[in-house]
């Protein structure tokens, strides 16, 4: 399994000639891009992709350093940026014809997605996020002992060398812990996928990293500066987490009201795999965001 039934894949060259980004592409109607997380590739959105390609064109790229799509050595901090990736997205859909669609990411694709729609409220008309605050509020949330939880984001937090390397000593371990821990239903993502989320990761430990190490760095700086002057996202806003809020000690729609006006907020009772787990569900709240009416 490494392409989502009924789909076609692309490969559309972005920043400058210097990335290809390999997306599935689906349906017909008002475009939608889906941005897959972490330790996934695009395959993860294969039920919910079908389902609104019935009536919608449906975009499903492997972010830069996933998958199939290009993996850039960092030679700066830059190079992952989520502010960098966004454009990635931007000018994939421009290139596939379409200069304004709608906007889900889930987990990394979350961020993603928040940063192309502060960046570019012109192309984003509706943006949908999945089980992932934002840099500057997710590493204000994490303290203390409950910080745990999150031992991954501070070990590829540190400098390029170690790793990298004990990452690449174990990917399977390293990975699939992620894949069984965080899944409510682990039978939902299916042996088949899980195999292929396993190779794509081990063979991108190094722009994986850069991603992550990114987020402690210039990601933080880039929201904590949108934040200082009071940016807020323009268009309707959807927002689907698990409950962490109440296990972290934090107001989660509070959270993201400061940065939506126009906002839906719920909380699932699925695991972090939501698009998997329960696809129906997903797809059903990117069906009421579609109904919303879109930014100006």
């Given at each position: 399994?490494?392409?989502?039934?009924?789909?076609?894949?692309?490969?559309?060259?972005?920043?400058?000639?210097?990335?290809?980004?390999?997306?599935?592409?689906?349906?017909?109607?008002?475009?939608?891009?889906?941005?897959?997380?972490?330790?996934?590739?695009?395959?993860?959105?294969?039920?919910?992709?079908?389902?609104?390609?019935?009536?919608?064109?449906?975009?499903?790229?492997?972010?830069?350093?996933?998958?199939?799509?290009?993996?850039?050595?960092?030679?700066?901090?830059?190079?992952?940026s989520k502010r960098t990736m966004a454009e990635d997205v931007v000018s994939l859909a421009r290139e596939?014809?379409?200069?304004?669609?709608?906007?889900?990411?889930?987990?990394?694709?979350?961020?993603?997605?928040?940063?192309?729609?502060?960046?570019?409220?012109?192309?984003?008309?509706?943006?949908?996020?999945?089980?992932?605050?934002?840099?500057?509020?997710?590493?204000?949330?994490?303290?203390?002992?409950?910080?745990?939880?999150?031992?991954?984001?501070?070990?590829?937090a540190q400098p390029p060398g170690l790793p990298e390397r004990l990452i690449a000593n174990s990917a399977?371990?390293?990975?699939?812990?992620?894949?069984?821990?965080?899944?409510?239903?682990?039978?939902?993502?299916?042996?088949?996928?899980?195999?292929?989320?396993?190779?794509?990761?081990?063979?991108?430990?190094?722009?994986?990293?850069?991603?992550?190490?990114?987020s402690a760095g210039v990601d933080l700086a880039h929201d904590q500066a949108d934040r200082d002057r009071?940016?807020?996202?323009?268009?309707?806003?959807?927002?689907?987490?698990?409950?962490?809020?109440?296990?972290?000690?934090?107001?989660?729609?509070?959270?993201?009201?400061?940065?939506?006006?126009?906002?839906?907020?719920?909380?699932?009772?699925?695991?972090?795999?939501?698009?998997?787990?329960?696809?129906?569900?997903?797809?059903?709240?990117?069906?009421?965001?579609?109904?919303?009416?879109?930014?100006?």
């Amino acid at each position: 399994m490494s392409e989502i039934q009924g789909f076609a894949e692309r490969t559309v060259t972005v920043d400058g000639g210097k990335v290809d980004l390999s997306a599935s592409i689906g349906g017909e109607g008002e475009p939608v891009v889906l941005l897959h997380g972490f330790p996934q590739t695009r395959l993860m959105w294969r039920h919910v992709a079908r389902d609104l390609a019935a009536d919608h064109t449906v975009i499903c790229p492997d972010l830069r350093g996933y998958g199939r799509s290009g993996k850039p050595e960092a030679t700066g901090p830059d190079t992952y940026s989520k502010r960098t990736m966004a454009e990635d997205v931007v000018s994939l859909a421009r290139e596939l014809g379409f200069d304004r669609f709608a906007l889900a990411g889930h987990d990394r694709g979350a961020l993603v997605a928040f940063r192309a729609g502060l960046d570019h409220p012109e192309a984003v008309t509706r943006l949908a996020m999945l089980d992932t605050p934002p840099t500057v509020n997710m590493w204000e949330i994490l303290h203390g002992a409950d910080a745990a939880v999150a031992f991954h984001l501070y070990l590829m937090a540190q400098p390029p060398g170690l790793p990298e390397r004990l990452i690449a000593n174990s990917a399977d371990d390293f990975f699939g812990y992620f894949l069984d821990l965080w899944a409510g239903d682990p039978e939902a993502i299916g042996e088949e996928a899980r195999r292929e989320y396993l190779k794509a990761s081990a063979g991108a430990v190094d722009s994986i990293v850069a991603d992550f190490r990114a987020s402690a760095g210039v990601d933080l700086a880039h929201d904590q500066a949108d934040r200082d002057r009071g940016a807020k996202l323009a268009m309707p806003v959807t927002v689907v987490q698990q409950d962490w809020g109440a296990q972290l000690g934090y107001d989660a729609a509070a959270l993201w009201r400061a940065w939506a006006d126009d906002l839906e907020f719920r909380t699932t009772e699925a695991g972090h795999f939501m698009a998997e787990e329960t696809p129906a569900e997903i797809a059903g709240d990117l069906r009421a965001l579609l109904r919303r009416p879109a930014s100006r």
